[in-house]
């Protein structure tokens, strides 16, 4: 199994930015996506997710400025960060759900991750 993020960067509060995670070694299609975070001195936090049937959930910190979608030709799942604040600088790590249960689960931050860090 590997998820590989990508997309991050340094942008000033307000700015946009989309981050990305291609998925490899499972059933992409048959499994639900998420996203979770983990900011300096902060616990690893689930932000975004999207299932198999495009359902989808967002913590309320996110709520209205992110957007999760998901392209099953390409085996990726994307996350549009809009109206980024300082607060959201983190690593963005994906995750895959194929069991079903992982996002009621302990958070996940594992992984390479993406960095976003946003200046105020």
């Known amino acids: 199994v590997q998820l590989q993020e990508s997309g991050g960067g340094s942008v000033q509060a307000g700015g946009s930015l989309r981050v990305s995670c291609t998925a490899s070694?499972?059933?992409?299609?048959?499994?639900?996506m998420g996203w979770y975070r983990q900011g300096p001195g902060n616990e690893c936090e689930l932000v975004s997710t999207?299932?198999?049937?495009?359902?989808?959930y967002y913590a309320d910190s996110v709520k209205g400025r992110f957007t999760i979608s998901r392209d099953n030709a390409k085996n990726t799942v994307y996350l549009q960060v809009n109206s980024l604040k300082p607060e959201d600088t983190a690593v963005y790590y994906c995750?895959?759900?194929?069991?079903?249960?992982?996002?009621?689960?302990?958070?996940?931050?594992w992984g390479q991750g993406t960095q976003v860090t946003v200046s105020s």
């Open positions: 999207i299932s198999t049937d495009g359902n989808t």
């Open positions: 995750a895959a759900d194929w069991a079903g249960g992982l996002w009621v689960g302990p958070p996940r931050c």
């Open positions: 070694g499972f059933s992409f299609v048959n499994s639900d």
